[in-house]
């Protein structure tokens, strides 16, 4: 069988040319000391504070601590599975969350990652969750009333759109029903409803969600399953302020002392 070298050598001419070489760099690190919920890693000297880490096994981590010769990074998910010796890679952009319509409806994790067996959430845009507050001049002032449904409430305390109310009581006393009646009465309302439930047990969070559908209620949800670790607990309420959107928004905060922001 006879070779053709003029068109052998055509076909690497074309092959060469059509060459593109890609370099891909990333900053890693290795981790020195794992602990409860927290690691130190080594290699990482261009890191910034708030700089989202990507640990082996799928775990985020982000940046709180620079030292000398070590940064500490607290871990958001399952630290069990990060070990000394795992690779750490530095993002680069800042711990943020999704902003999108799509999260209407959902339950969701603090990282934004659903955990109601629907399809993944696709965002085109983010927001810190560490935004600088607008300033006072910025705000629009508490001029418009919000009805909780509830008629000893909107009869005796007035609550406005841009305030926070504070629900405490005593375990079993109604907190949470109170919060659920005002989202219940925000149907046909201009707020977006953001329930963010804070170590309950997921009974409680699913008897939530079956009433909640059954009005079909204007909702975005971002749920916390009782097992989190205490350091997504503690970044859950800046979540989701964070991603509250331009328009009126009513955030609730299902813990033992339950707070609403409107």
Same mark, same amino acid.
């Given at each position: 069988m006879a070779f053709d070298l003029t068109e052998m050598a055509e076909i690497l001419r074309n092959q060469l040319e059509q060459y593109k070489a890609v370099v891909e760099t990333a900053r890693a690190g290795r981790v020195v000391g794992p602990a409860d919920g927290i690691a130190h890693i080594y290699g990482l000297d261009e890191a910034m504070v708030g700089e989202v880490l990507w640990f082996e096994n799928e775990v985020i981590g982000e940046v709180f601590d620079l030292e000398q010769d070590r940064v500490g990074a607290v871990i958001y998910g399952d630290y069990i599975k990060v070990?000394?010796? &795992? =690779? /750490?890679?530095?993002?680069? &952009? @800042?711990?943020? +969350?999704? /902003? &999108?319509?799509? @999260? @209407?409806?959902? +339950? +969701?994790?603090?990282?934004? !990652?659903? /955990?109601?067996? %629907?399809?993944? $959430?696709?965002?085109?845009?983010?927001?810190?969750?560490?935004?600088?507050?607008?300033?006072?001049?910025?705000?629009?002032?508490?001029?418009?009333?919000? !009805? #909780?449904?509830?008629?000893?409430?909107? &009869?005796? $305390?007035?609550?406005?759109?841009? !305030?926070? =109310? @504070? $629900? $405490?009581?005593?375990?079993? #006393? %109604?907190?949470t029903a109170i919060a659920i009646d005002t989202i219940i009465n925000q149907k046909d309302q201009d707020v977006i409803c953001i329930y963010v439930a804070i170590r309950q047990r997921a009974a409680s969070i699913a008897e939530v969600v079956d009433i909640l559908s059954k009005y079909e209620c204007r909702i975005r949800w971002l749920w916390l399953p009782r097992p989190l670790t205490a350091h997504l607990c503690s970044i859950s309420p800046l979540m989701s302020v964070a991603r509250s959107p331009s328009t009126s928004c009513m955030s609730i905060t299902g813990t033992p002392f339950a707070s609403m922001t409107i």
């Open positions: 070990k000394e010796g &795992s =690779e /750490v890679v530095a993002t680069g &952009s @800042l711990m943020s +969350v999704p /902003v &999108s319509e799509q @999260l @209407l409806g959902r +339950v +969701v994790n603090p990282l934004c !990652q659903p /955990v109601d067996g %629907g399809p993944p $959430i696709t965002a085109t845009k983010a927001r810190l969750i560490e935004s600088p507050a607008p300033g006072i001049a910025e705000r629009q002032p508490v001029r418009e009333p919000l !009805q #909780t449904g509830i008629k000893a409430i909107d &009869s005796m $305390i007035p609550i406005g759109r841009g !305030q926070r =109310e @504070l $629900i $405490i009581g005593d375990r079993k #006393t %109604g907190k």
